[in-house]
C-alpha cells in the first residue's frame, strides 16, 4: 500500500503562482508514475499532468501546458506541481495519484491522495 498526501493548495490571485506537494509513504521503494488530476465543482475529474516512474518523460493536459510544471526526484520524496500563470479556471481540488499504466486516465491509477484545494481569484 501507498499513502499519498498532497500540501500547498490555498488562495492565489489571477496571474500568480502555487506550487503542490505529493509526498508518499509506505511501499515507496518502487516508483511508480505518477500524476495529477483536479476536479471543480459539479465537473468530472480531469487529468492535469503526469511524470514517468523514472523522471524521464512528462505529459500534460493542453489547458495547463506551458504554465504547469511536474517533476520529481527519485531521491527525494516528494513529487511537485508547480503552477505558474494561474487563472480562475484553475479552481479545483487537486489530487495526487500514483501507479497507472495509462497517464491519462484516472481510473487507472491504483493510489490517490485525499485532494488540496486550489482557489484562483479574478
Known amino acids: 500500500q501507498v499513502q499519498l498526501v498532497e500540501s500547498g493548495g490555498g488562495l492565489a490571485q489571477a496571474g500568480g503562482s502555487l506550487r503542490l506537494s505529493c509526498a508518499a509513504s509506505?511501499?515507496?521503494?518502487?516508483?511508480?508514475?505518477m500524476g495529477w488530476f483536479r476536479q471543480a465543482p459539479g465537473k468530472e475529474r480531469e487529468f492535469v499532468a503526469a511524470?514517468?516512474?523514472?523522471?524521464?518523460?512528462?505529459f500534460y493536459a493542453d489547458s495547463v501546458k506551458g504554465r504547469f510544471t511536474i517533476s520529481r526526484d527519485n531521491a527525494k520524496n516528494p513529487q511537485y506541481l508547480q503552477m505558474n500563470s494561474l487563472r480562475p479556471e484553475d479552481t479545483a481540488v487537486y489530487y495526487c495519484?500514483?501507479?497507472?499504466?495509462?497517464?491519462?486516465?484516472?481510473?487507472?491509477?491504483?493510489?490517490w491522495g485525499q485532494g488540496t484545494q486550489v482557489t484562483v481569484s479574478s
Open positions: 511524470v514517468s516512474s523514472g523522471g524521464s518523460a512528462t
Open positions: 495519484a500514483a501507479d497507472t499504466s495509462n497517464y491519462w486516465r484516472a481510473r487507472s491509477y491504483t493510489y
Open positions: 509506505g511501499r515507496t521503494s518502487r516508483s511508480y508514475a
